[in-house]
């Protein structure tokens, strides 16, 4: 007896819970990894990394073995000049020859890290974890102004304009059936009944024929009184409403592209804004990114110019700060949209002109984006502007800012300005 | 002689598949198993994707098994070769049971899927079935109910217990798995009926065991009659660890000692495999080989189809040389197949070597001496058996001797008239899996005093532990839940070094 089984269609992934234990068991380690693989390249291709490696004595499973020495003697094939007798030399550094027969209890493979490959939708994971869109889901809980109709099966009432016909004529069908039953039965045996009594011979005028037919009669009317349709039987379309979860979120990346701002500066700005990005991306189905920069006089322009465009002179941050009111109430006010505001700098800017940043910020923009984030890019001491930021972030839950050295500090700054927070 | 296309039951020339095709070819591979006698259990095939291949793999090729991280660990690095093409995938996986299920993977052609059909569903089926250990050790019947039963058991102590805690203890029993086999003592029949019926019997009769042995009040004119002479525990030293510990270890819960045997359990199960891994595979490539060429004779297959099976056959039997950067130790597949090879032309055509060598089976009937052999050996005694002096010339077999005290290596024997004997005696003794595995047993217990746990390494040929011995101590420690020592012993007796584990002092959880 034999069978022949496809089972080719049957979950897949039997392997699943054993990989999410390991991942599990292992959460330190791949955090780590995750870590060092962010640091040592380039943010910009961070969706794609996926190759993982820690080391193997974490994940070694110990079992008792023979280590080398003692004595062994192992036979190999192949021998083309030995003779019985021969003797050599130990062969250095375990190559070829220092396995022979023994693979299974060389220690060298102990050297080694464990690699693997973590699915792209993992290594976000890791990557994200501990972080939370700030207040996120307060402003989810709060803000729902927008309703969407859903349908949700039929109902017994409504208005005339949702009746369902369909449905209706078949519930009138249901019904008339139902009621008339027991008279349709009641017809036919009185019709039986007649037709036999003719057959007996038995005149029109015979008193049980004119009974019978009186009777008859009276059936079809009651019958012919069933309603075609009934208010009962109306059905009407219902929808209901639901709360339309805002998922559109604009982006603003604000920059200093004044003199003072050089290649590398701009380069770490630009993954501070990238990082953000790919965090919003999880968050929200469509994400605009406005880009702003300034020296003294801000424009708003494409990511290429944003980047790569350099200019001289001094710096007017409250310029970009206008612009940035401007275009979040002229595009972007309505309340279908999260806005997010990312701000780099070198912290440089005329000295009276932070005070205004000051109050532009607290009066109209403050209320209008969920988050604002400044990093300043510097080594030096703190300047008026972060002095006036600071204030800003005193009276502003959200509003963070943080300094950043190298490209290396990114991470933890970013960490930083996203921490989970206290609910 | 080519396929024959006037012939009805011809195969097609064709690599894709149907299964239709598969029945069919199945069909003509029973007949033609069937006349060469070949006893096999009922023979379930099934068609998979190559994912379900490799999760296959790594459930230790069982169709179920009990979720633990180094599974995944496995499949992660399985996975990451295949990706990576470092690596192809077996051909073919068979699982010794009643019926015996045996994989078909849906990338192969049809030429592959009847040598994977002759391989593992005639082959390897045939071994499980007759071979002495397999029937001796393993209950085919009974192995996939039992592994249900164990996935279920563990996962409902998860449920109780806490994933950590079970995670905690398998790793323990996984680092002893290899000395969680009975040797010598036949175990009983498995049957989940019955597993589950005496499993709690046997929780509280285990625990009031191990609760007399421990007992802290100890009766008062036994204590002083004992006093002076404590006696010996165990008294024999008990080689099978897992067992030790299942029915000794003074802090388990009932729990414990039930995810220890199960573990021990699925041990004993795939002991047989491996200590049979040259005949195993030896005995399935030469059915394959044989079976497939008889179909070829019959003009069944066509020579394209040949063609393609044996350029695969080749490769799986390639054996490269010591010397070679590809070497790494003998190939069973090789070693096996041209042993059954070997004992087919003893019988057929025996040279006058083999009649002074083997003259109880040269001229006799081949299919009878290789039944024989299929089921009364095992690696080490096939290999002491039936290795010929032939064979030995055509590997070109020498042997190695490193032994530390002197600077040099020796060759001590060669493929020569004054070798074959030592060579053949010397490979046996390396497939021999007592020699291969440090032996250690249980020795001592100090029933008396801190309870601790002494294990016994009897040295072989004086090589050394390795170094993740104190790591697999520190499990002991954990299953045992007292100190636990490791002592190497020269065959003289004399210890010659020891390895401690001592565990914190706490309460009982």
């Not at chain 2, 079970?166 to 290899?178: K, R």
């Not at chain 2, 175990?187 to 019997?201: D, I, T």
């Not at chain 2, 009040?217 to 165990?234: I, N, V």
């Amino acid at each position: 007896m034999t069978y022949l089984i496809d089972r080719r269609l049957q979950g897949k992934n039997k392997s699943a819970v054993n990989r999410e234990r390991f991942l599990r068991r292992y959460k330190a380690q791949i955090k780590d990894a995750v870590g060092r693989a962010i640091k040592g390249r380039s943010i910009t291709d961070i969706e794609n990394g996926e190759k993982v490696s820690i080391p193997v004595k974490d994940v070694n499973e110990p079992r008792f073995g023979h280590a080398h020495g003692g004595v062994w003697e192992t036979v190999n094939p192949g021998n083309t000049e030995y003779q019985k007798g021969d003797q050599f030399n130990r062969p250095r550094g375990g190559g070829g020859g220092a396995g022979r027969g023994k693979a299974g209890n060389s220690e060298q493979t102990t050297e080694d890290d464990f690699i693997f490959e973590l699915s792209r939708e993992e290594f976000m994971n890791y990557f994200f974890e501990d972080l939370e869109l700030p207040n996120m889901i307060k402003t989810q809980l709060t803000q729902v102004v927008e309703f969407k109709n859903q349908r949700a099966g039929y109902n017994i009432s409504g208005t005339p304009s949702n009746i369902h016909v369909l449905r209706s004529l078949r519930g009138a069908l249901g019904r008339r059936i139902a009621v008339g039953g027991p008279s349709r039965k009641q017809l036919t045996a009185l019709e039986h009944e007649l037709r036999e009594l003719r057959e007996q011979g038995a005149e029109d005028d015979d008193p049980q024929v004119l009974e019978l037919k009186h009777k008859i009669h009276h059936l079809h009317t009651r019958l012919l009184a069933i309603p075609f349709i009934d208010p009962i039987d109306l059905r009407y379309s219902n929808r209901i409403k639901i709360p339309k979860p805002s998922t559109a979120a604009v982006m603003f990346c604000i920059m200093d592209v004044s003199g003072s701002m050089d290649e590398s500066r701009k380069d770490t700005a630009k993954r501070f804004f990238i990082l953000l990005y790919l965090f919003l991306k999880r968050v929200y189905e469509k994400i605009e990114v406005v880009f702003i920069r300034h020296h003294t006089a801000a424009a708003e322009v494409d990511e290429n110019e944003f980047f790569h465009s350099r200019e001289s002179g001094g710096t007017v941050v409250s310029s970009a700060l206008h612009m940035l009111n401007k275009i979040v109430s002229e595009r972007y006010s309505n309340g279908d949209w999260n806005s997010y505001v990312a701000q780099a700098s070198d912290g440089d800017n005329w000295d009276n002109d932070s005070v205004l940043c000051k109050q532009i910020l607290n009066s109209q923009i403050m209320p209008r984006v969920q988050y604002y984030t400044y990093v300043e890019i510097t080594d030096g001491p703190p300047q008026n502007l972060w002095e006036q930021y600071t204030e800003v972030a005193a009276t502003h839950q959200n509003f963070a800012m943080q300094k950043i050295v190298t490209p290396a500090d990114i991470y933890p700054v970013f960490r930083e300005l996203f921490k989970k927070q206290p609910k | 002689m080519p396929r024959d296309p006037n012939n009805p039951r011809a195969l097609p020339e064709q690599s894709e598949w149907t299964f239709d095709l598969i029945e069919q070819a199945h069909e003509e591979i029973r007949r033609v198993a069937k006349k060469f006698g070949l006893d096999t259990y009922p023979n379930q095939l099934e068609v998979i994707t190559a994912e379900q291949m490799m999760d296959a793999y790594t459930s230790v090729g069982m169709p179920v098994s009990y979720n633990h991280w180094s599974f995944g660990k496995h499949f992660l690095s399985t996975e990451k070769s295949y990706r990576r093409g470092q690596m192809g995938l077996a051909y073919e996986i068979v699982i010794n049971s009643n019926p015996c299920i045996a994989y078909l993977m849906e990338e192969n052609s049809l030429t592959m899927q009847a040598l994977v059909i002759a391989h593992a569903a005639y082959g390897h089926n045939s071994f499980f079935k007759g071979n002495y250990l397999f029937r001796t050790w393993t209950d085919a019947d009974a192995i996939v109910d039992y592994m249900v039963f164990a996935k279920n058991y563990i996962a409902e102590c998860e449920q109780r217990h806490g994933i950590d805690a079970v995670e905690e203890l398998l790793d323990s029993c996984h680092a002893l798995q290899n000395y969680g086999v009975d040797r010598y003592k036949r175990p009983a029949k498995l049957s989940v009926a019955q597993e589950q019926n005496r499993q709690k019997e046997r929780e509280e009769y285990i625990q009031s065991q191990v609760n007399e042995l421990w007992r802290t009040l100890p009766r008062r004119e036994e204590a002083q009659k004992d006093a002076a002479a404590p006696p010996r525990f165990p008294a024999e030293p008990e080689e099978n660890l897992l067992y030790f510990i299942e029915k000794y270890a003074p802090l388990l819960e009932p729990w414990q000692r039930e995810l220890v045997r199960i573990t021990r359990k699925i041990s004993q199960y795939f002991y047989p495999q491996r200590q049979t891994q040259v005949m195993n595979e030896g005995w399935a490539t030469f059915w394959h080989y044989t079976i497939l060429h008889e179909l070829h004779k019959e003009g069944i297959v066509g020579d394209g189809f040949m063609l393609e099976f044996l350029q695969s056959h080749t490769n799986v039997v390639f054996q490269p040389a010591a010397t070679s950067p590809y070497y790494s130790g003998i190939n069973p597949y090789a070693l096996g197949f041209a042993m059954m090879t070997d004992i087919k032309r003893i019988c057929e055509n025996p040279t006058d070597e083999d009649r002074a060598w083997f003259p109880d089976i040269a001229g006799s009937d081949w299919l009878k001496t290789l039944d024989f052999a299929m089921r009364n050996f095992k690696d080490e005694s096939f290999i002491a058996q039936y290795l010929s002096p032939k064979l030995i010339r055509d590997f070109h077999f020498f042997a190695v001797l490193d032994d530390d005290r002197s600077d040099k290596l020796t060759i001590s024997a060669i493929h020569d008239e004054a070798g074959y004997r030592y060579v053949r005696q010397q490979l046996a003794e390396q497939y021999n899996l007592g020699n291969r595995e440090p032996n250690i047993q249980v020795w001592q217990v100090n029933t008396r005093d801190d309870r601790a746990l002494t294990l016994r390494h009897t040295q072989f040929q004086r090589r050394p532990l390795n170094q993740q011995a104190h790591e697999v101590l520190k499990h002991v420690a954990r299953l045992w839940g007292f100190d636990v020592r490791l002592e190497t012993v020269d065959p003289s007796g004399r210890v010659v070094s020891s390895l401690e584990c001592r565990r914190e002092k706490r309460a009982r959880y």
